[in-house]
């Protein structure tokens, strides 16, 4: 039986289908995996894994709805692994600015590239290339790397 080792564990409330929405992401990220679900005289407990990283989630009632204040943040490394995400995440969500997304569960999650940090971190002290791929980021929704690329090498 699986104990939690880490020392922080995010721990998801929904009002009903924890269980289904563990399954779901376990679908689309590799290392992921539901690991135990536990049934409460009020609740239901589902202990999950994604990409190595262990969640709790509890089907409780309604209480307080997700809201933007917490998202996951998706790292991808190359367009292919971001629109299999954004896809995946989306079906049956709702598209939002920014690389943004609230799945069909109510969760938000910021799908974007490895790379968006480090270009909106430039080290020029006029951060010229970090203003055009703030101003190209800003007009997208899904994001689009190459795009975001050539704005940062002055090219868009």
């Known amino acids: 039986m699986p104990t939690i080792t880490q020392k922080i564990t995010p721990h998801l409330w929904f009002t009903d289908k924890a269980e289904e929405a563990a399954r779901f992401y376990a679908s689309i990220f590799p290392d992921?995996?539901?690991?135990?679900?536990?049934?409460?005289?009020?609740?239901?407990?589902?202990?999950f894994t994604l990409?190595?990283?262990?969640?709790?989630?509890?089907?409780a009632g309604p209480h307080d709805p997700f809201n933007h204040a917490v998202s996951f943040y998706v790292a991808c490394e190359t367009q292919a692994e971001l629109d299999r995400y954004w896809?995946?995440?989306?079906?049956?969500?709702?598209?939002?600015?920014?690389?943004?997304?609230?799945?069909r569960y109510g969760l938000s999650w910021q799908i974007a590239p490895a790379a968006l940090l480090k270009m909106m971190t430039d080290p020029?002290?006029?951060?010229?290339?970090?203003?055009?791929?703030?101003?190209?980021?800003?007009?997208?929704?899904?994001?689009?790397?190459a795009a975001l690329q050539r704005a940062y090498d002055g090219k868009a």
Do not use: Y
């Open 32 to 47: 992921s995996r539901v690991d135990r679900v536990t049934s409460l005289p009020s609740a239901r407990v589902v202990e």
């Open 87 to 103: 896809n995946a995440l989306l079906d049956g969500g709702t598209a939002e600015p920014c690389g943004w997304l609230k799945d």
């Open 51 to 59: 990409c190595g990283q262990r969640f709790l989630a509890i089907s």
């Open 124 to 145: 020029d002290p006029d951060r010229v290339a970090a203003k055009r791929v703030h101003e190209a980021f800003m007009k997208m929704v899904k994001i689009d790397i």
